[in-house]
Nanobody, 119 residues
Framework: QVQLVESGGGLVQAGGSLRLSCAASGRTFSNNAMAWFRQAPGKEREFVAG????????YYRDSVKGRFTISRDNAKNTVHLQMSSLKPQDTAVYYC????????????WGQGTQVTVSS
C-alpha cells in the first residue's frame, strides 16, 4: 500500500498562485510515476499533470501548460504542483495519485485538497 497526503490548497484570487504538495509513504518503491488530478463540482475527475520518478519526464493537460509546474523530490518522496496565473475554472478538489505504470493510470489516491479561485 501507498499512502498519499496532500497539503497546500486554499482560496486565492484569479491571477494568483498556490503550491500543492504530496508526501508519499509506504511501498513507495513500487511507484513509477506520480500525478495530480482534479474534480470540479458536477464534473468528472481529470488528469492535470504527471511526473516520472525515474527520469523526471512531465506531462500536462493542455489547459494548464505554461501555468502549472509539477516537480519531485525523490529523497523525500514528495511531489509538488506549482500553480500560477490561476483562473476561476481551476477551482476543484485536487488529488495526488501514485502509479506503478503511467502517471495517468494511478492505483493510489490521496484524500484531496480544495483549491478555490475567486474572480
Amino acid at each position: 500500500q501507498v499512502q498519499l497526503v496532500e497539503s497546500g490548497g486554499g482560496l486565492v484570487q484569479a491571477g494568483g498562485s498556490l503550491r500543492l504538495s504530496c508526501a508519499a509513504s509506504g511501498r513507495t518503491f513500487s511507484n513509477n510515476a506520480m500525478a495530480w488530478f482534479r474534480q470540479a463540482p458536477g464534473k468528472e475527475r481529470e488528469f492535470v499533470a504527471g511526473i516520472s520518478w525515474s527520469d523526471g519526464s512531465t506531462y500536462y493537460r493542455d489547459s494548464v501548460k505554461g501555468r502549472f509546474t509539477i516537480s519531485r523530490d525523490n529523497a523525500k518522496n514528495t511531489v509538488h504542483l506549482q500553480m500560477s496565473s490561476l483562473k476561476p475554472q481551476d477551482t476543484a478538489v485536487y488529488y495526488c495519485a501514485a502509479s506503478s505504470r503511467v502517471a495517468w493510470d494511478p492505483q493510489y489516491w490521496g484524500q484531496g485538497t480544495q483549491v478555490t479561485v475567486s474572480s
